[in-house]
């Protein structure tokens, strides 16, 4: 459990068991020198106190400190599941916007999304997107989500959280990512194809690449005999960085036809306008 002030500044941790088990009750010291907390000397009369479970996730009910008081949480409650399991959080630079994407594996009674943003990390967060993103409901399927950040300024860094609501109002926030370094489309010198990752893999694997310039994408993927055993066509792409599993390219290590391939050596080769390189990857059941 983690407890922070009405800044968002961390005044108090604890480590919580098993709360179901009746062997007594956990404290969260708010107030004074907390040595799990050397960066904050505590909270203020006044402030209002929100509570975390294991840090990504806000619980209710927050409260107003003063010193001398308590503020009294019941984790046996089962308002505090977790609506939402979030497997991949990430954001880019493309051109001239920020894309955020954002998986999960398992949705509970999820209404929407709100996507937040800031200059700094321990700043002011605003709300960028103007309407929810619709949520996926009750699910045990994978959805994945994006949302285009169009109001930014060159050379800035931005950092950005998520907050889902659901069907009963209960909120819940994401970690912090951030954009390292925003990098316009004239900056991309030249196109280039990355190692895939995992390498050597079974039975996913995917494959990275940058773009100088809007174009079609295509990787064709041979046998060591030279024989196309499946060809991904990515459709149009705009410049940018597409590097992490959310924007690489992905192959199952299937066929054309759906089989799973042998295991052995592999090439990929990619094809983007004028552009074109071959990488080597292993298959290893």
């Not at 968002?8 to 404290?27: K, L, N, Q, R």
């Not at 990619?270 to 080597?280: L, M, N, V, Y």
Request: aromatic share 12%; glycine share 10%; with cysteine.
């Amino acid at each position: 459990m983690t407890a922070k002030d009405t800044d968002g500044v961390i005044c108090g941790v604890t480590t919580v068991g098993d709360a179901g088990t009746g062997e007594g009750d956990y404290f969260i010291h708010v107030y004074g020198d907390d040595p799990n907390t050397p960066e904050d000397e505590g909270a203020e009369d006044g402030d209002t106190i929100t509570f975390f479970i294991n840090k990504d996730f806000s619980c209710e009910p927050t409260g107003t400190f003063s010193s001398g008081s308590s503020i009294e949480l019941d984790l046996h409650a089962p308002d505090y599941s977790l609506p939402v399991t979030l497997s991949a959080f990430s954001a880019m630079m493309m051109k001239d916007k920020v894309v955020v994407q954002w998986q999960t594996q398992t949705e509970q009674g999820n209404l929407g999304w709100d996507v937040y943003r800031s200059e700094t990390k321990d700043g002011k967060y605003t709300k960028v997107n103007a309407t929810r993103i619709a949520g996926a409901g009750t699910s045990a399927e994978p959805h994945t989500y994006q949302f285009v950040d169009e109001h930014i300024e060159p050379g800035n860094v931005y950092f950005y959280y998520l907050e889902n609501i659901d069907f009963q109002g209960r909120r819940q926030r994401t970690h912090i990512i951030k954009v390292e370094m925003l990098i316009t489309w004239g900056q991309i010198k030249c196109s280039a194809l990355y190692p895939n990752f995992p390498n050597p893999f079974n039975p996913d694997t995917w494959i990275p690449f940058k773009l100088a310039s809007d174009s079609p994408v295509v990787i064709d993927i041979y046998n060591i005999k030279g024989k196309l055993v499946r060809r991904l066509d990515l459709g149009h792409k705009e410049a940018g960085y597409y590097l992490d599993k959310l924007s690489a390219a992905h192959w199952d290590g299937r066929s054309q036809t759906g089989e799973r391939v042998a295991s052995g050596i592999y090439f990929y080769k990619i094809k983007a306008g004028q552009f074109t390189a071959t990488c080597r990857m292993i298959l290893l059941k």
